[in-house]
């Protein structure tokens, strides 16, 4: 079982800076994948980033690439969302993911993940 926290969502100005934060418990935590999505109102949840087990690999939507930068703390049992140059698009409510066994090919898909945290609140001001 794995039970993942997210931290860090506010009120920004288009242009600035967030990082969020998605804090885990659970032993297993670090043999996840973890990906951050978001849902803005009256649109579907979408994938933004996703990071493998391990760290060695991440993965972007196409809309961040070069804004968001995905990490992880495996001492710390984190996993960090760094947005720069927000935008007003980007406003939505984020939400971490957990994983196992994803790949390349599975990580954008939120029908893969097994657990999910309550999400954070992400407003961006024009």
């Known amino acids: 079982q794995v039970q993942l926290v997210e931290s860090g969502g506010g009120l920004v100005q288009a242009g600035g800076s967030l990082r969020l934060s998605c804090a885990a418990s659970?032993?297993?935590?670090?043999?996840?994948?973890v990906g951050w999505f978001r849902q803005a109102p009256g649109k579907e949840r979408e994938f933004v980033a996703g990071i493998s087990w391990n760290g060695g690999n991440t993965y972007y939507a196409d809309n961040v690439q070069g804004r968001f930068t995905i990490s992880r703390d495996s001492a710390k049992s984190t996993v960090n969302l760094q947005m720069n140059s927000l935008k007003f698009e980007d406003t939505a409510v984020y939400y971490c993911?957990?994983?196992?066994?994803?790949?390349?090919?599975?990580?954008?898909?939120?029908?893969?993940?097994?657990?999910w945290g309550q999400g954070t609140h992400v407003t961006v001001s024009s």
């Open positions: 993911a957990a994983g196992w066994g994803l790949s390349v090919a599975t990580i954008n898909g939120a029908q893969r993940y097994d657990y």
């Open positions: 659970g032993r297993t935590f670090s043999n996840y994948a």
